[in-house]
């Protein structure tokens, strides 16, 4: 059991290299030192986001959003809580359509909150509506299974 994972980083967006076994012990991340996979999410830049989800051996799962629209925000702290609950198996990122216009584009994203699923920085499965923390992760269980 010596399978090193790549993780990117929640808070400087680098990739680390962590043993699979390790996920669970707190890990670190070389370059800042931020927690690994303690459940935060990363706020993805149009520049951050084919890295993040292209180059990371957990899926990634990124929350296209806007802060003018009201089921985001009532959906922020649901998938800030999914995202503790899936530490170490699901990365969770998020991506302000209004800055991170490209990607937004790339994606097609018409409506918000859209949620898409990556792995290996494919889009295996998306969602719109906002979702409670416990739908969410029926929704993740379904894709993951
Ligand atoms: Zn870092």
Redesign the pocket.
């Known amino acids: 059991m010596s399978d090193l994972l790549h993780v990117g ?1 929640p ?4 990739m ?1 290299r962590v043993p699979a076994q390790r996920l669970s012990d707190g890990p670190k ?1 070389g ?4 927690a ?1 996979a303690e459940g935060a999410v990363a706020e993805l830049s149009d520049a951050e986001m084919p890295g993040y989800t292209g180059k990371s051996d957990l899926p990634v799962l990124v929350d296209f959003w806007a802060s003018w629209c009201g089921p985001c925000k009532t959906m922020a702290p649901e998938f800030q809580s999914a995202a503790k609950s899936w530490r170490g198996q699901v990365a969770f990122a998020k991506v302000n359509t209004e800055q991170a216009q490209q990607a937004s584009a790339r994606f097609g994203i018409r409506s918000i909150p859209t949620l898409i699923l990556f792995r290996n920085g494919k889009e295996i499965a998306r969602q719109s509506g906002a979702m409670q923390a416990s739908q969410l992760t029926a929704w993740l269980r379904t894709q993951l299974g």
């Open positions: 980083c808070h400087c967006k680098k680390n991340c370059a800042c030192k931020g690994l």
